[in-house]
């Protein structure tokens, strides 16, 4: 059993690891589970958006509806590459519902698009954002299923707050690796929080929440990814708001922070000694010319302090329903 001295803790953790090949907290999740390598690898991504009334599908139906032409090599092997991609899934998925009254962009797709995350490679989604819940309750909790059926993993959002504060975990590269994301992107506050009793995402205009969140996955899991919806849309300037809450989230054990919502790149900094990717912009959501990027991270090891992530930007561009890596 691990003791609570972190020098001791961090001994047995590395003599664990040597004759395992993983991390305690990995073989409790995974008995049997070996990683002899030691290797493991993530791929981030901003925006996407698969509404069928929006101009991203538009362009997917003028290329035949192959994604794989929307999003082609070798930003298509990038994301499925990884050990584990993430994306934004800015939109419910169902055929029922309503747009919200008084909401200007409202974003709903046929769940038969589930099937496109599984094309790109993605294996996880944040929910916490302002347009998840556009269509209403019914399509809200219809997303939650949908992505379930898929075999989707989500977070940021549930049937519950309990379920919206979850962390997803999978293990990668040897350890225990968890998720977790939340939102305050809007103004106008029309995107539900989750309660004890009533369905909608983790915000975090109060950010204790989210802490509290972070606090649990930390003390369970080796190395914790916080994605947050934050920001001022369509400005590449970070506010003091960001600045403020990434050093509160590193503080309560993120150990990488992943930012969307402002549609624009915002700069990848270091903060309280952890990679921020303060926004990722859009990814693949709409006909607009802009700079894009994915944000790769290769998981590397050391036994005093576990779990160190490695980040590149990789540049791409999205240009006429097409997002694939910029040329040099």
């Known amino acids: 059993m691990i003791r609570e001295d972190p020098q001791t803790a961090a001994a047995f953790r590395a003599a664990f ?57 070798p930003l298509l092997g990038i994301l499925r590459d990884a050990d584990l991609c993430v994306m934004n899934c800015e939109f419910s998925m169902s055929l029922r519902g309503a747009p919200l009254e008084g909401k200007y962009y409202t974003f709903r797709a046929d769940p038969a698009h589930a099937a496109l995350f599984q094309t790109l490679g993605c294996d996880l989604v944040t929910l916490a954002n302002n347009h998840v819940y556009d269509y209403g309750r019914d399509a809200f909790l219809d997303t939650l299923d949908t992505l379930d059926a898929a075999g ?13 504060k979850a962390y997803r975990a999978f293990v990668i590269g040897g350890a225990k690796i968890g998720f977790v994301a939340a939102s305050n992107a809007e103004i106008y506050r029309m995107t539900p929080g989750a309660t004890a009793e009533e369905p909608g995402i983790l915000l975090m205009y109060d950010p204790a929440e989210f802490c509290d969140a972070l606090d649990r996955a930390r003390a369970e899991c080796d190395f914790v990814c916080a994605l947050v919806h934050w920001g001022t ?13 990434a050093a509160l989230f590193a503080s309560h054990g993120a150990g990488l922070i992943v930012g969307h919502h402002p549609h624009v790149l915002q700069p990848v900094e270091t903060t309280a000694g952890i990679p921020v990717a303060y ?50």
Do not use: H
């Open 152 to 164: 989707i993993a989500r977070i940021g959002a549930g049937r519950t707050l309990d379920e919206a």
């Open 279 to 328: 926004s990722l912009g859009n990814f693949w959501f709409n006909l607009v010319t802009l700079d894009t990027g994915v944000l790769w991270v290769d998981l590397g090891w050391d036994d005093l302090r576990g779990v160190i992530p490695e980040v590149t930007f990789i540049p791409c561009i999205q240009e006429n329903g097409v997002t694939n890596v910029a040329e040099p």
């Open 17 to 73: 690891r040597r004759f395992f090949g993983v991390t305690p907290l990995a073989y409790q999740m995974q008995p049997g589970v070996q990683n002899p390598s030691g290797e493991g690898s993530l791929v981030f991504t901003g925006d996407i958006n698969f509404a069928d009334d929006w101009y991203s599908m538009e362009a997917y139906r003028a290329l035949g509806s192959d994604i794989t032409k929307n999003i082609p090599d």
């Open 233 to 245: 849309e369509n400005s590449t300037e970070i506010n003091d708001n960001q600045r403020e809450y």
